[in-house]
């Protein structure tokens, strides 16, 4: 089964795994103590976000570290990157659009056919 | 149990013009065709359907199907915005606010997540939950370390 981001978030404890890490580098003992969930069960989730890229766990000495791969995340954004794309060239243009419709009338009340003011 | 709190995608702006000239802007498909989507017809009524191409680049490129969901005249418009041939629909909404001679606009994307994430490989039904949560939340923290 192939692993992937979106799957990997789909999971509340994963996804508090990965806030937990995201701050600093954390023991795996640390992490585990976080939850009320087994320790094999907190592995199995760990391995997962290790699959897809995640978080990377360190050994350092007799310790293992879990610390986050921000970039990985960026799989999540980008897709909302493009909506975000999509609705700011949309408003931008309606900003020019509504400019444009305001001067325009504007400039026509200033001075009647006449060439006198308004009254 | 963690409850799951979709963020919805939202954008705001605040225009320097009257709310019913914005309110026009966006309902008037004359008016529409300048600045969003050339429409052969808009009505901004419940039930309305519209259709138009577009998409990110000029290689991507969809149908979307639109249909109007809710209207408060000069206040609030609401429609459906899916894609032709995927699974999925989401809701776009335009909130108008006056402020002062200025109009206040707030767009709402809600249900993006509902949309497959245009990569065959994204198992089917995972994609739905959790990262609208995660953006609003994880993600903040992660582009802080950046």
């Known amino acids: 089964m192939r692993r992937d981001v979106f799957q990997a978030i789909a999971d509340p404890t994963r996804r508090e795994i990965i806030k937990l890490v995201a701050r600093r580098h954390v023991n795996i003992n640390e992490v585990a103590d976080n939850f009320k969930i087994s320790r094999p069960a907190i592995s199995k989730h760990i391995r997962i976000l290790t699959e897809c890229g995640l978080i990377v766990v360190r050994q350092q000495g007799r310790e293992r570290f879990c610390e986050s791969n921000p970039h990985k995340l960026n799989e999540v954004s980008d897709w909302v990157e493009q909506y975000r794309k999509i609705w700011t060239t949309k408003l931008d243009a309606l900003g020019d659009y509504l400019k444009k419709i305001q001067s325009g009338p504007k400039s026509k009340n200033k001075i009647k056919k006449n060439g006198k003011r308004k009254k | ?146």
């Open chain 2, 1 to 146: 149990m963690e409850k799951e709190k979709n963020e919805p995608f939202i954008i705001e702006r605040t225009y320097d013009a009257p709310l019913k000239k914005v309110w026009k802007a966006i309902t008037d498909k004359d008016e529409m065709k300048h600045w969003y989507f050339s429409l052969p017809e808009f009505r901004a009524e419940v039930g309305f359907e519209f259709r138009f191409v577009g998409g990110p680049s000029p290689e991507k490129q969809y149908l979307h199907i639109c249909v109007v969901t809710e209207v408060i005249p000069e206040k609030k418009l609401t429609y459906s915005w899916r894609y032709d041939g995927y699974e999925g629909n989401s809701f776009v909404t335009f909130e108008l606010f006056a402020v002062g001679n200025k109009t206040r606009v707030v767009l709402t994307h809600r249900g993006l997540e509902t949309f497959p994430a245009g990569n065959p490989d994204f198992a089917k039904g995972n994609f739905s939950v959790g990262w609208t949560h995660i953006i609003g939340t994880a993600l903040k923290e992660f582009s802080e370390k950046k």
